[in-house]
């Protein structure tokens, strides 16, 4: 049913805690390959400090911004790897949530893998959710992974 497989990550521990359960449903379910990404924002400082700075040092900011985020993604996919997973990497660039749903199009994406910290109520309102931004603007089925230890309670 799924062929491919985009888990994003941005560099937490919680995003994180979603690969293990790649790995189970990958295997599992056959799925062809996993990809995973990485998106890296534009320069953006507080007080528009980013203005003083010249575009060859924005652009030389950033580009170490995509080589470091390379390095990160490469170095989660290799567990992966040795467990007989097809991994892909991917940095991009720009808005995140634009960016994950413009791949998801662009490269034949069929189930996105994300955590979520399972805020409710004040704190999801203030704080906002990129899975929550990410599901309900996926073009495909999303599968939201709650990160153990957070904060989600069940009310009956």
Same mark, same amino acid.
């Given at each position: 049913?799924?062929?491919? %497989?985009m ?10 805690c979603?690969l ?9 379910? !056959? ?5 995973l %990404?990485?998106v890296?924002?534009?320069? /953006?400082?507080?007080?528009?400090v980013e +203005?003083? =700075? !010249? ?9 170490? +911004? ?9 170095? /989660? ?6 467990? *007989? ?10 808005s ?8 998801? =199009? ?6 996105? =893998?994300i955590?979520?910290? *399972?805020?409710s *109520? ?6 906002? +959710?990129?899975?929550? $931004? =990410?599901? $309900?603007? +996926?073009?495909?089925?999303?599968l ?5 230890? !957070?904060?989600? /309670?069940?009310?009956?």
């Amino acid at each position: 049913m799924y062929q491919h %497989v985009m888990i994003p990550l941005d560099g937490s521990e919680l995003a994180e805690c979603v690969l293990p359960h790649v790995e189970a449903i990958v295997t599992g379910c !056959s799925i062809g390959r996993a990809t995973l %990404v990485r998106v890296v924002t534009p320069l /953006k400082l507080i007080g528009g400090v980013e +203005s003083h =700075i !010249s575009p060859e040092e924005r652009h030389r900011l950033e580009e170490d +911004s995509i080589a470091l985020a390379t390095g990160y993604l490469e170095e /989660k996919a290799q567990p992966l790897r040795e467990r *007989g997973v097809l991994v892909e990497c991917a940095v991009l660039f720009g808005s995140v949530i634009d960016q994950l749903v413009d791949y998801t =199009i662009n490269h034949e994406v069929d189930l996105i =893998i994300i955590a979520t910290h *399972g805020r409710s *109520g004040v704190s999801r309102l203030f704080l906002g +959710s990129v899975a929550d $931004r =990410i599901l $309900r603007a +996926s073009p495909v089925p999303v599968l939201m992974v709650h990160a153990h230890g !957070s904060e989600a /309670k069940v009310t009956r």
